[in-house]
């Protein structure tokens, strides 16, 4: 199994643009979300997914449009890109909600807006 | 999600236990205790979780006490690939709610 994978590791943008950060999982998890980590800051909640065509915001959706149309993608889309948005995401997916259920993450793409 | 209070930093020597301790005093009887650790920048990597027993797999042990006010990870022979920061995180929902975490440096 590869587990949670994300593409691409690395990437820059300029203000004002947009792009999909794509996270796949081989595990047939129901679950999937998004978290940014920024110093200081631990994981934030961005959106997440209880299953296909089900999504739902976290702490800090503002900017960032996901979807899930298989179990195994959760894309998470920059709409207008702003330097507040550079930050490391990460995608990860487990087999429930509940505090029970441990989340696996992905390896993480490293954003910078400048 | 209840905060937890694990210390900066922590050194141990290569090939014995790594003890890493971390405080929760205001956790909630459905809330769970989890340990992640990042090395480098890459991914949080899932370590061990419990609620209120005991529990160990093939990479550690967490003991929680009686109270669940407070809970150990136990590395039992470190290794130089160890070195990494550690976060104690307690959660009832898909929110993780990293801390700073510790940051064990194994040394040879």
């Known amino acids: 199994n590869a587990g949670v994978t994300q593409t691409p590791k690395f990437q820059v943008l300029k203000t004002g643009q947009s792009m999909t950060l794509q996270c796949a999982q081989d595990m047939n998890h129901e679950y999937m979300s998004w978290y940014r980590q920024d110093p200081g800051m631990g994981l934030r909640l961005i959106h997440y997914?209880?299953?296909?065509?089900?999504?739902d915001q976290g702490e800090v959706p503002n900017g960032y449009n996901v979807s899930r149309s298989t179990t195994e993608d959760f894309p998470l889309r920059l709409l207008s890109a702003a330097p507040s948005q550079t930050s490391v995401y990460f995608c990860?997916?487990?087999?429930?909600?509940?505090?029970?259920?441990?989340?696996?993450f992905g390896p993480g793409t490293r954003l910078t807006v400048t | 999600d209840a905060k937890t209070t694990q210390p900066p930093s922590m050194d141990c020597a290569e090939g014995r236990a790594a003890n890493l301790p971390c405080n929760h005093s205001t956790i909630s009887g459905n809330e769970y205790v989890y340990w992640y650790r990042q090395i480098h920048s890459q991914g949080p990597q899932y370590i061990i979780h419990?609620?209120?027993n005991n529990e160990t797999n093939e990479m550690a042990s967490l003991i929680i006490t009686e109270d669940r006010k407070s809970s150990t990870l136990i590395l039992p022979h470190a290794t130089l690939r160890d070195t990494a920061v550690y976060y104690c995180?307690?959660?009832?929902?898909?929110?993780?709610?990293f801390g700073a975490g510790t940051r064990l440096t194994v040394k040879p």
């Open positions: 419990g609620l209120k």
């Open positions: 997914s209880v299953g296909a065509g089900i999504t």
């Open positions: 995180i307690v959660r009832v929902w898909i929110d993780m709610r």
């Open positions: 990860a997916s487990s087999d429930g909600l509940a505090g029970e259920y441990e989340q696996y």
